[in-house]
Structure formats: C-alpha cells, structure tokens
C-alpha cells in the first residue's frame, strides 16, 4: 500500500514537472515567434520607406584660407538620380548645381584638407538647383562611390498620408503596427499598441535623404 502511494505521488509530480517545461517550451516559442514576425513586418514597412542612396566623398587642399570658392567635380552617377544630387560639408548642405556631367558647389575653403561628400539616390527629388557663376572653378577628384540605405521623407509623407487599413493592404500585412519617428517633424503612424498582447518593439537610428536629419525610430508590431 504504502508503495502503491509512492508510485502515486512520484507520476503525479513527473506530469506536473513535465507539464512546466512544456509550457515554457511553448511560451519561449511564441516569444520567438513574435520577434521573427516582427521582423518581418519592420523590415516591409522600413523597405517602404528606404530608398538606395549614394555617397561621392572629395578632398580639396587648398593652399590658403579663401570665401565663396567654387569647386567642381566631374561624372560621378555610375548609380542613382542625377537630378537628386546634393552636396554637403559635415551636416552642412551647400548651394550646388549641375552643368553636363559636373557638379558645382560654392563653398568657404580653409587652409589645409577640406573634406565633401556628393550624395544622390533612387529619387526624383529635386536636388543641386542653385544659380552663381563657375568660372574660374576649381576640378577636384571624386572618391569612390559608396552605397547605402537611407529614409526618404517624400516616402514618410506618402505614408503619413495614406489612410492605415489601405497602406497595411498595399503592404501584404496581416498584423498590426506602430511607427514613431523622433525628429525635428516628430511622426506618429498606426495603431495605439493594446494593454494586453504580446507587443515586439525594436528602436534604431536613421537618416532622411533630403536633409541629412538623423531620427530615432521605433517600430511596434502585435
């Protein structure tokens, strides 16, 4: 009898222990579960909004300190939108325009290395416009061509204006979804995240093509 008991007790506590592990095998899958989907829809909704861009760094030495020099240097868009092009100093952007397979770009040189980036991308946004006189510009030599991906602010506004349920469709999203980017415009975009649900949340920086703005974004999936 007592052993009956024994065996008793001991089956019952091995199906409560198995019981346990199963659960939480089941509970760290649906963790798993959530963090792929995530992924998966962060990724379609960032591609949405990604855009190709292209990245031309230049380096000038210029002799001695002067103002409003104008520089120039020759094809560079074996990528990209020509029209897109910008050019920029650090987080400067700079008066720029295009003349046949040249840009120009009017600038302040400092004696030493002064250091250029000419940027364009897959984008019809219009870029280098600006009118001034090249002569007497000075040629530089472009670097070479470097490739990545930026947000494209023509693609957040798009977004920002198409109604969620018909931009959750274009995208093929079952799941619902939050973007909120953090920046000098702040945008909120979707839906209010639920009390009670598993919610997957991922932050990363990014920067926005037309105006070189870095800009925290979060992205909530559920």
Known sequence: MDIDWVLAITVFLFFVIWSFAFYISIFQFDNGYMEVAGDISRNVVMNSLNIDSFSVPVIYDSGSDTNNSV?????????GNQSSTRVWRGNQSLQCRLIGNDTYWLTNLTSGENYFRIEFADSETAGCNDVFSVAGSI?????????????????INSMNSTPYSEYKYLLGLEGDFRVEIEGTGPLVYGKTPPTVADVFAQ???????ETGEEVNVTFIVW
């Open 203 to 209: 932050t990363f920086v990014r920067t926005i093509f």
């Open 71 to 79: 520089l120039n240097s020759g094809f560079v868009w074996y990528e």
């Open 139 to 155: 040629q530089t030599s472009p670097g070479v061509l470097e490739r990545k991906e930026m947000f494209s602010q023509s693609s």
